[in-house]
């Protein structure tokens, strides 16, 4: 039985491939317990999303929907 780790994996998509893939979203189906819409906050040369410390030790996923600047209303 074939798997999808069985396939071989494009890792250097030609530049068409990354224009294209920027134009258009997917859908995302998740199931879960509980959803946060949070802003991502500028940590160094990364970025940081801050979750309740209950989720300590959880799993989580991360999903980006967008990029906005100031005046989106998901700063918080």
Do not use: N, Q
């Not at 879960?32 to 040369?45: A, I, N, Y």
């Amino acid at each position: 039985m074939k798997t999808a780790m069985d396939k071989p994996v494009d890792t250097d998509p030609s530049p068409g491939d990354k224009a294209e893939t920027a134009l258009h979203k997917v859908k995302f189906e998740v199931f879960g317990e509980e959803m946060l819409e949070k802003g991502v906050k500028s940590s160094g040369s990364s970025g940081r999303v801050y979750l309740p410390s209950d989720w300590v030790g959880c799993r989580v996923k991360v999903i980006k929907t967008g990029c906005g600047g100031t005046g989106t209303g998901y700063e918080d």
